[in-house]
């Protein structure tokens, strides 16, 4: 599950410059808008500061943990 506002954050700056902005490799960041793992809380508060818009909005996978029902 992609991580749109991640995504949109980055605009068309390159994962890479995304990464070494964050003190992380480029796997890392693409993994994070992949949505295949997360950041730490220091990070994520960092990127909320940074973009204005919340990390329970830019990970709402992470917050969210109520369980999908199938129909």
């Known amino acids: 599950?992609?991580?749109e506002k991640l995504i949109e954050y980055r605009g068309k700056n390159s994962q890479a410059y995304m990464a070494k902005r964050y003190g992380v490799t480029q796997q890392a960041?693409?993994?994070w808008e992949q949505g295949e793992?997360?950041?730490g809380v220091v990070?994520?508060?960092k990127i909320?500061?940074?973009s204005?818009?919340?990390m329970e909005a830019i990970f709402f996978d992470v917050f969210n943990n109520q369980k999908k029902?199938?129909?």
Do not use: F
């Open 1 to 3: 599950m992609k991580r």
């Open 29 to 31: 960041w693409c993994k």
């Open 37 to 39: 793992s997360k950041p």
């Open 43 to 45: 990070i994520m508060k």
């Open 48 to 50: 909320e500061a940074d």
């Open 52 to 54: 204005g818009i919340p």
């Open 69 to 71: 029902l199938k129909a």
